[in-house]
C-alpha cells in the first residue's frame, strides 16, 4: 500500500496545474485605453487567436453590440465612442458564451461552421452541433 501511494503522489506532481485546477480555457481580458471619444482595443488580435475566431466575426458581433463604427490599424481596433474596459469584457465574456464554449459541455474546443445559410457551432469535444444566432 505504501508503494501505491508513492507512486499516486509521483503521478499527481507530473499533472500540469492547468488540469489539476478544473479547466485550461482562461477568458481572456481586452487592453482598453479610452482617449477622448475614441476607445482603443489594444490586444484585438491576441483575443481572437485565443478564441480561435475570425477577428471580423468577433469585431462584427462588437459593432452590433456596441452600435459603433471602428477603425483597424496594425492588431489595435478603434471603437468610435467612449466604452469603459468592463463593458467591452461583458460583451467579451457574452460573445464566448454565444460563439466558443460548447452549449453541451462547456469546452471552448469548438469552431463555427456554415452549411448553406445556417451557421453552427460544432464542438470537436463531444460532437455536439447547435445553431448559433446570425451576426446582421
Do not use: W
Request: charged share 30%.
Amino acid at each position: 500500500m505504501n508503494d501505491y501511494e508513492k507512486l499516486l503522489s509521483r503521478c499527481i506532481e507530473k499533472i500540469p496545474g492547468e488540469c489539476r485546477n478544473g479547466g485550461r480555457f482562461t477568458m481572456p481580458k481586452a487592453d482598453v485605453l479610452i482617449q477622448g471619444s475614441r476607445t482603443i482595443v489594444n490586444n484585438f488580435s491576441e483575443i481572437a487567436g485565443s478564441l480561435r475566431r475570425d477577428p471580423k466575426h468577433i469585431l462584427k458581433f462588437f459593432l452590433k453590440e456596441l452600435a459603433t463604427s471602428y477603425e483597424e490599424k496594425d492588431k489595435k481596433v478603434t471603437f468610435q465612442g467612449r466604452f469603459p474596459a468592463p463593458l467591452i469584457n461583458r460583451k467579451l465574456e457574452l460573445y464566448v458564451k454565444n460563439y466558443v464554449l460548447c452549449p453541451n459541455c462547456c469546452k471552448p474546443d469548438t469552431k463555427l461552421i456554415k452549411v448553406d445559410r445556417i451557421e453552427s457551432i460544432k464542438c470537436e469535444a463531444c460532437g455536439a452541433k447547435q445553431a448559433v444566432k446570425k451576426i446582421k
